[in-house]
């Protein structure tokens, strides 16, 4: 009983510095002019003041104040909508505002190891030209067919932390060379995971692979602190493969209403690049 009142308190706390830091990094990103205030004196640092940040949300400063230093406050819906439309939010941003301040008691990450359940295993190694896997709550990757293999490599041979997309994106060389883009697709993915990591505020397993990559990489670590969020994304993804080259693919991820905690990603070859032609010799 004790060690769970400890590990939910621990909880509330982590997403309390995580919201301290989110209105810091927006409220930084604002500029007067943005919002219809002058620009005034010279400022030292960069963004509005706290000070114009309440007043344009109708709080005290120093009630604001307390909001980025992370006390132990629980704002309304009301308020945040307010703070919402003060710091221009989009609607990802918003909802990653309200998933901070959740005033629910929240809920540790399940202990029990995740498990791709047989159809969902059937559904996968049936899609023979489509490379596909699944990702679970910590964007593991749990299960995947062979087309994703020959085009990704092996799975088998990585332990868990390896087999993590965040740790392929930003502590693999190999993976990194892969994509054509990597850039542009690093930092949209890391912005969607910020998003869903959000509800694990706390989670040691979430911090431990967080810390792991900040001391890895030095583009993640610089990232990480902009807070950048976006809604989940459809794209293209140009892949430079060892053996075929450029390949091209639709990528879609698909949220699993059966275990919400889980994504099917499933990559669709594009005519660009021959990509069908290419995908179809590997997998021969």
Do not use: C
Request: charged residues 30%; glycine residues 6%; proline residues 6%.
């Amino acid at each position: 009983m004790i060690a769970g009142m400890d590990q939910k308190a621990d909880i509330f706390e982590a997403r309390r510095r995580e919201f301290a830091a989110f209105l810091r990094s927006r409220r930084e990103r604002l500029s007067p002019a943005e919002v219809g205030l002058p620009e005034g004196f010279r400022r030292r640092t960069p963004g509005l003041r706290r000070e114009e940040l309440a007043m344009l949300a109708g709080v005290g400063t120093t009630w604001y104040t307390w909001l980025e230093q992370g006390r132990d406050i629980r704002p309304s819906a009301q308020v945040l909508n307010a703070l919402a439309g003060a710091l221009r939010l989009d609607e990802a941003e918003r909802q990653h505002l309200f998933t901070l301040n959740n005033r629910q008691t929240p809920q540790a990450a399940p202990s029990t190891p995740e498990h791709v359940d047989e159809p969902l295993q059937r559904m996968l190694a049936n899609l023979t030209q489509q490379p596909a896997y699944v990702l679970g709550r910590r964007w593991d990757v749990l299960a995947w067919n062979p087309a994703a293999e020959v085009l990704f490599g092996g799975y088998d041979t990585l332990d868990r932390d390896e087999r993590n997309i965040m740790h392929r994106l930003f502590a693999d060389p190999a993976h990194r060379r892969l994509l054509v883009d990597w850039e542009s697709v690093a930092r949209v993915s890391l912005a969607m995971f910020r998003a869903d990591s959000a509800r694990y505020a706390g989670d040691p397993d979430f911090e431990r692979l967080i810390a792991l990559l900040k001391q890895a990489n030095g583009e993640f670590r610089e990232w990480w602190q902009r807070h950048e969020i976006i809604s989940p994304l459809s794209g293209v993804k140009r892949i430079d493969h060892p053996i075929k080259g450029r390949m091209s693919f639709e990528h879609t991820g698909l949220t699993l209403t059966s275990q919400p905690d889980m994504k099917l990603i499933v990559y669709t070859p594009l005519a660009d690049d021959d990509t069908n032609r290419k995908l179809a010799e590997l997998l021969t």
